[in-house]
């Protein structure tokens, strides 16, 4: 299992490799959709957060917060998380800002497979893949809840499923 940010930050990664920008939207979609994959696959979390469903779509709520400054405009950073360090001197708990990446050959193998197929899609087209009817998405949101959790068993089921259909 990876840190959210690390997964995003692979991605961010290859649009700017390609030239190719990324918005906030589509970035949650191409994390969402691989860890929504590789559960389907494994039957094991790619990512170490719960997916929360919005009126938008499926949201992962550390990247949100880590690129919500760039609204609809391309990302131009990769991400940070911090992580506490203990001060030897005084006992108290420091944290450091770290840039989390993915540096596990089989996960890249496999993350480069998700941008293979689904980098060319804007965001618009990966929000409405997610918005499918039955989709998990669309079995977790209720319009008048919020921090609504989209359960990691109806993504595997639901990912498993299309594995099946093939």
């Known amino acids: ?18 030239g190719s920008g990324i918005t906030v939207m589509k970035l949650l979609k191409l994390v969402y959709i691989a860890h929504g994959w590789y559960k389907g696959f494994t039957g094991q979390d790619l990512i170490n957060e719960a997916v929360e469903a919005w009126k938008y779509g499926p949201v992962i709520r550390s990247i949100y ?4 400054e760039f609204g609809n405009r391309p990302i131009t950073r990769l991400g940070q998380e911090s992580r506490p360090i203990k001060s030897s001197k005084s006992g108290f708990i420091k944290y450091e800002f770290i840039t989390p990446i993915i540096d596990d050959n089989r996960i890249i193998s496999f993350l480069d497979l998700i941008w293979d197929k689904y980098s060319k899609f804007d965001a618009i087209q990966l929000s409405n893949l ?9 079995k977790s949101f209720n319009p008048d809840a919020i921090n609504q959790i989209i359960p990691n068993e109806y993504i595997e089921r639901y990912y498993k499923g299309k594995i099946d259909a093939r």
């Open 1 to 18: 299992m990876y840190s959210s940010i690390a997964i995003a930050n692979y991605f961010l990664n290859k649009s700017f490799e390609t």
């Open 130 to 138: 997610t918005h499918q009817s039955n989709s998990p998405w669309d």
């Open 65 to 68: 917060d880590e690129f919500k």
